[in-house]
Nanobody
Framework: QVQLVESGGGLVQPGGSLRLSCVAS????????MGWYRQAPGKERELVAE???????NYADSVKGRFTISRENAKNTVYVQMNSLKPEDTAVYYC???????????????WGQGTQVTVSS
């Protein structure tokens, strides 16, 4: 009933930039927090950045000053602008949304399928 679809991943050189987008669609009642997580090979999934419906943001220390998260509530879309990328940013990036399905009273976390970001020369 609910889908999160990411786009914008790819291969970029160190110091480069990428912008990821994620659109939530389906029978959505309301969305609370939206965010981005990443998982590198052999590592656990970790929070990159998140943003509430009111615009309050939270970033992992490793990306502060380099990444910027934003969202368009009317479009159920969240973005992350990633600048000054480093090889250690290489990972699969997942979109997450804490949302309520229409006619439901509870919020649950939904995940996208992930998009690969590779930072390499």
């Amino acid at each position: 009933q609910v889908q999160l679809v990411e786009s914008g991943g790819g291969l970029v050189q160190p110091g480069g930039s990428l912008r990821l987008s994620c659109v939530a669609s389906g029978s959505i009642g309301s969305i609370n927090t939206m965010g981005w997580y990443r998982q590198a090979p052999g590592k656990e999934r970790e929070l990159v950045a998140e943003i509430t419906s009111g615009g309050t943001t939270n970033y992992a220390d490793s990306v502060k000053g380099r990444f910027t998260i934003s969202r368009e509530n009317a479009k159920n879309t969240v973005y992350v602008q990633m600048n000054s990328l480093k090889p250690e940013d290489t990972a699969v990036y997942y979109c997450n949304a804490n949302l309520r399905v229409r006619f439901s009273g509870s919020y649950y976390h939904y995940w996208g399928q992930g998009t690969q970001v590779t930072v390499s020369s």
